[in-house]
């Protein structure tokens, strides 16, 4: 069994930061692509940013300069979030691509998602 589990979400003012965490635990036999996605309410889910093995990243053109994205050498990603904007405002989730011991293939697995609400 394989879980992620989101952390750091909240209520922030516009202009403020916040640091979303994401731990993946189970029987994980590697990790290729970690990222962040969002959906809004009335919207579709969107891809804020994506961190591969080899540490290279991407980003939403929307967030660019604002949020930066990171992982560990562990199981785990980052999201910090500076220069928050109430359209920022959604249900954060973390993805991640993962082979599991004893499978020859990799599966997308998702966390349960945070709030992020940015309002004054």
């Known amino acids: 069994q394989v879980q992620l589990v989101e952390s750091g979400g909240g209520l922030v003012q516009p202009g403020g930061s916040l640091r979303l965490s994401c731990a993946a635990s189970?029987?994980?036999?590697?990790?290729?692509?970690m990222g962040w996605y969002r959906q809004a309410p009335g919207k579709q889910r969107e891809l804020v940013a994506i961190?591969?093995?080899?540490?290279?990243t991407n980003y939403a053109d929307s967030v660019k300069g604002r949020f930066t994205i990171s992982r560990d050498n562990a199981k785990n990603t980052y999201l910090q979030m500076n220069s928050l904007k109430p359209e920022d405002t959604a249900v954060y989730s973390c993805?991640?691509?993962?082979?599991?011991?004893?499978?020859?293939?990799?599966?997308?697995?998702w966390g349960q998602g945070t709030q992020v609400t940015v309002s004054s």
């Open positions: 961190v591969r093995s080899d540490g290279s």
């Open positions: 189970g029987s994980i036999f590697s990790i290729d692509t």
């Open positions: 993805n991640a691509y993962i082979r599991r011991f004893g499978s020859s293939r990799s599966t997308y697995y």
